[in-house]
């Protein structure tokens, strides 16, 4: 899971699905066209580690922002010095009134933290929220001491929560369904994007769906990937570290990092389409 991929994309998710008017003729074209994206260097970092002794002093990685009421709420995922070595990763979130800040650390900080339920006893990350009526559902992928990932969901009435985990945890507990790349409703349905971590290399793999009529499920998972790694010597033949996918104007819309096999880990950005999920 890298940090700074998805620093870049939240921000140009929010620019782009957030706050800014698309012609109309992205709805049945691709989004991405030379010149569309405009570079925004700052303010830079956005948010930074926490002091020393807080929980997330020694590493914050990126997962969803959403905007409610006016106010963009960043979820991320950090640990801090004294978990470094087993990566005790908690969900913290920030606000602002403007997708390029300043960002305020809530003072609730960690808003959800691992349990010793056998299937989150390591760690909770890669938040990823949605809100139906008064309800906001947050869907988050956590692991056991055997690194053995789930998918799990917390819900509120308020995005700073509380946040209250669901009694049905964990709603998708399958090899295929580690990192969350997006939640979204499309036709009706809902459509949980994960990655499998691991499947090509370490840390990447390909991406799957799962599918369901309500947040909470039962979900259907569809055994076969919907997007995989590029062909042999291509820039993304080491598939995928992170994914996200989202919905405007009835086009599915997915950011991707990806690398090179056996590479020092160094991603570039991608970008896929899809008119039927």
Same mark, same amino acid.
Request: hydrophobic share 35%.
């Given at each position: 899971m890298r940090?700074?991929?998805?620093?870049?994309?939240?921000?140009?998710?929010?620019?782009?699905?957030?706050?800014?008017?698309?012609?109309?003729?992205?709805?049945?074209?691709?989004?991405?066209?030379?010149?569309?994206?405009?570079?925004?260097?700052?303010?830079?970092?956005?948010?930074?580690? +926490?002091?020393?002794?807080?929980?997330?002093?020694?590493?914050?990685?990126?997962?969803?922002?959403?905007?409610?009421?006016?106010?963009?709420?960043?979820?991320?995922?950090?640990?801090?010095?004294?978990?470094?070595?087993?990566?005790?990763?908690? %969900? +913290?979130?920030?606000?602002?009134?403007?997708p390029?800040?300043?960002?305020?650390?809530?003072?609730g900080?960690? %808003?959800?933290?691992?349990?010793?339920?056998?299937?989150?006893?390591?760690?909770v990350?890669?938040?990823?929220?949605?809100?139906?009526?008064?309800t906001?559902?947050m869907?988050?992928?956590?692991s056991?001491?055997?690194?053995?990932?789930? %998918?799990?969901?917390?819900?509120?009435?308020?995005?700073?929560?509380?946040?209250?985990?669901?009694?049905?945890?964990?709603?998708?507990?399958?090899?295929?369904?580690?990192?969350?790349?997006?939640?979204?409703?499309?036709?009706?349905?809902?459509?949980?994007?994960?990655?499998?971590?691991?499947?090509?290399?370490?840390?990447?793999?390909?991406?799957y769906?799962?599918?369901?009529?309500?947040?909470?499920?039962?979900?259907?998972?569809?055994?076969?990937?919907?997007?995989?790694?590029?062909?042999?010597?291509?820039?993304?033949?080491?598939?995928?570290?992170?994914?996200?996918?989202?919905?405007?104007?009835?086009?599915?819309?997915?950011?991707y990092?990806?690398?090179k096999i056996?590479?020092?880990?160094?991603?570039?950005?991608?970008?896929?389409?899809s008119?039927?999920?």
């Amino acid at each position: 899971m890298r940090a700074t991929l998805l620093i870049l994309v939240i921000v140009l998710s929010l620019f782009l699905f957030g706050c800014a008017e698309v012609p109309v003729r992205y709805a049945i074209t691709p989004l991405l066209q030379p010149g569309n994206f405009v570079h925004i260097p700052g303010p830079n970092p956005a948010i930074t580690a +926490g002091e020393d002794g807080a929980w997330d002093d020694r590493a914050l990685e990126s997962a969803d922002c959403f905007k409610d009421n006016g106010t963009y709420y960043w979820y991320y995922h950090a640990f801090n010095q004294q978990s470094l070595r087993e990566c005790y990763y908690q %969900i +913290g979130v920030a606000t602002a009134t403007n997708p390029l800040g300043p960002w305020t650390r809530y003072s609730g900080n960690p %808003i959800l933290q691992k349990s010793e339920n056998s299937w989150e006893e390591r760690w909770v990350a890669c938040p990823m929220v949605i809100k139906e009526g008064d309800t906001y559902f947050m869907f988050y992928s956590s692991s056991d001491t055997d690194w053995h990932h789930s %998918i799990c969901l917390a819900i509120a009435k308020h995005p700073l929560g509380p946040w209250k985990k669901y009694s049905g945890n964990p709603i998708i507990d399958h090899e295929h369904f580690g990192y969350i790349g997006g939640v979204v409703k499309y036709n009706g349905k809902y459509l949980l994007y994960a990655t499998y971590p691991d499947e090509i290399q370490g840390d990447y793999g390909r991406m799957y769906v799962a599918t369901a009529d309500v947040p909470q499920g039962p979900w259907k998972l569809n055994p076969d990937p919907v997007f995989g790694e590029g062909p042999k010597g291509s820039w993304d033949e080491g598939a995928f570290s992170e994914f996200e996918v989202l919905n405007y104007n009835g086009i599915l819309h997915a950011f991707y990092g990806a690398c090179k096999i056996d590479s020092d880990r160094t991603e570039s950005i991608g970008y896929a389409y899809s008119t039927d999920g």
